[in-house]
């Protein structure tokens, strides 16, 4: 499969349409973003590792466990064929433990952990900082019908109970992470964008040292070396 014109860059990929109209060409960069794009760097080889966890993640944790996903078939190191969909402009966002937004916003220590997980909604909109509504917000700006929003909700916390089973045989806390979902071109509600240490918090569950994108958000160092660990647990590595 070739890439044809580039059709958009984001903060972390660039996304490229294909001969296929229903395909794209998903490219993984090494470039990093925090606070809506406010800090920039770069974590030299994240697009590799990001690339091939989120495909594994998708393609052989969660379609077995019949989520349906935009994975197709990983191309190389940074580039794999997706579903072309049109993205819900939802950020959903899971919860298990206390930590982030919600630990400020709510006030609390990061580290609690709950006896059930949370979901919340962001506005998918850079300009407005993507800001938290809740599912009859979403409703009056029409961003998605209430049966794709259960389907979603559903869908999110499917993918929890996996990701979260799976990360603790490996010795990490799924702490909390992001989904962005889209619409296949009949209006099947899937998977999409990346499941990677950019887009959730994971905990060694021991040393509670941090394994994902806080420690380029929080300048705490080591950040390469954090996701190669994460890697090198999931696909032994
Ligand atoms: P951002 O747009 O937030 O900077 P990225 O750099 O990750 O994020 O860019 C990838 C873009 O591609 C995102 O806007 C994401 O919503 C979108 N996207 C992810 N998967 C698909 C897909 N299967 N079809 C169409 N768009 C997708
Ligand atoms: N997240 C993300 N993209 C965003 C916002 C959040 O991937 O635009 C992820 C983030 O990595 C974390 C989870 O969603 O795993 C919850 O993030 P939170 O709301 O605590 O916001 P943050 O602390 O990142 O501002």
Same mark, same amino acid.
């Given at each position: 499969m ?42 030299? *080889? ?48 899971i ?11 709510? *006030? ?18 850079d300009?407005? *900082?993507?800001p ?30 996996a990701?979260?089973?799976y ?9 909390d ?18 499941i990677?240490?950019d ?21 705490l ?5 954090a ?11």
């Amino acid at each position: 499969m070739e890439k044809l014109e580039q059709l958009y860059e984001g903060k972390a990929k660039k996304v490229f349409a294909t001969e296929n109209p229903e395909l794209l060409i998903v490219s993984y960069k090494d470039d990093a973003t925090a606070f809506n794009g406010l800090k920039k760097g770069t974590i030299s *080889g994240k697009g590799v590792i990001n690339n091939r966890m989120s495909n594994f993640l998708m393609g052989k944790l969660l379609e077995p466990k019949g989520v349906a996903t935009h994975f197709v078939e990983e191309l190389n190191d940074r580039e794999t064929v997706v579903k072309k969909v049109q993205i819900v402009p939802l950020e959903v966002i899971i919860r298990n433990i206390s930590a982030g937004s919600f630990a400020k916003r709510y *006030g609390v220590e990061e580290g609690i952990v709950f006896d059930e997980p949370t979901i919340e909604f962001s506005y998918k909109n850079d300009d407005l *900082g993507d800001p938290l509504l809740n599912t009859y917000h979403a409703l009056a700006l029409k961003l998605a019908t209430k049966e794709e929003i259960e389907t979603i909700q559903t869908m999110a916390f499917q993918v929890n109970e996996a990701l979260k089973a799976y990360f603790k045989t490996l010795g990490i806390d799924l702490v909390d992470f992001k989904l962005e979902f889209g619409r296949l071109s009949d209006g099947t509600i899937v998977l999409a964008d990346e499941i990677s240490p950019d887009t959730c918090r994971l905990w060694d569950d021991k040393t509670h040292e941090k394994l994902d994108k806080d420690r380029f958000r929080r300048d705490l160092g080591g950040v390469e070396d954090a996701y190669q660990e994460v890697m090198r647990r999931l696909m032994g590595e």
